[in-house]
C-alpha cells in the first residue's frame, strides 16, 4: 500500500487530523507482554513512588508510537515514514482507575523536503494532563 496523500496536495502549515489516545494501565501491560519491557514503574504503583514518581507511567516507546499513528493514519501507509524521532519530556502518568491518561496528539506538515521523493516533515505536538509529553517530535514522510 502506498501513501494516499498526495504530495502536490500539502503545503506547510497543513494539518493532520488530531487524535487523542487512552492510556490505561491494563493497555500498558499488553504493551509490556509485547514489547518485553517489564521494568515495574510501569505496572507497580509502589516501585513507581520509591523512585520518585507521581504514580505509574507510560512506556515512553507506547507513548512515541501512540503518536505516530497520527502520521500514519494521515498518510495511510505506515511505510510512507522513513524517519520518526523524539525526545521525552514528561511522563505519561497513568492513574489506577477506569479512565487512565489521555494523550492528546496534532501535527501539522512542517516543510516540503524534496520534491523528487516527495517527502515532507512533519511536527508533532503530544500532551498528557496539560504537560507535553513528548518534544523534537518530528517524521518524514514520503507521500503519494
Same mark, same amino acid.
Given at each position: 500500500m502506498a501513501a494516499r496523500i498526495s504530495y502536490r496536495? +500539502?503545503?506547510p502549515g497543513t494539518e493532520l487530523p488530531a487524535r487523542t489516545f487512552p492510556v490505561t494501565r491494563a493497555a500498558l501491560v499488553r504493551y509490556a507482554g509485547a514489547s518485553g519491557d517489564f521494568n515495574p514503574?510501569?505496572?507497580?504503583?509502589r516501585v513507581a513512588r520509591q523512585v520518585g514518581l507521581p504514580d505509574v507511567i507510560a512506556h515512553g516507546m507506547f507513548t512515541m508510537a501512540e503518536a505516530a499513528? +497520527?502520521?500514519?493514519d494521515w498518510a495511510g501507509d505506515p511505510a510512507a515514514v522513513t524517519e520518526y524521532g523524539v525526545r521525552f519530556t514528561k511522563p505519561v502518568v497513568v492513574?489506577?482507575?477506569d479512565t487512565g491518561a489521555t494523550v492528546e496528539v496534532t501535527a501539522k506538515v512542517a516543510a516540503k523536503l524534496d520534491d523528487e521523493q516527495r517527502t515532507v516533515r512533519v511536527d508533532l505536538t503530544a500532551t498528557s494532563a496539560g504537560q507535553k509529553v513528548l518534544g523534537m517530535a518530528r517524521a518524514v514522510v514520503r507521500l503519494a
Open positions: 496536495d +500539502v503545503e514503574i510501569h505496572w507497580n504503583e499513528r +497520527v502520521v500514519t492513574p489506577d482507575d
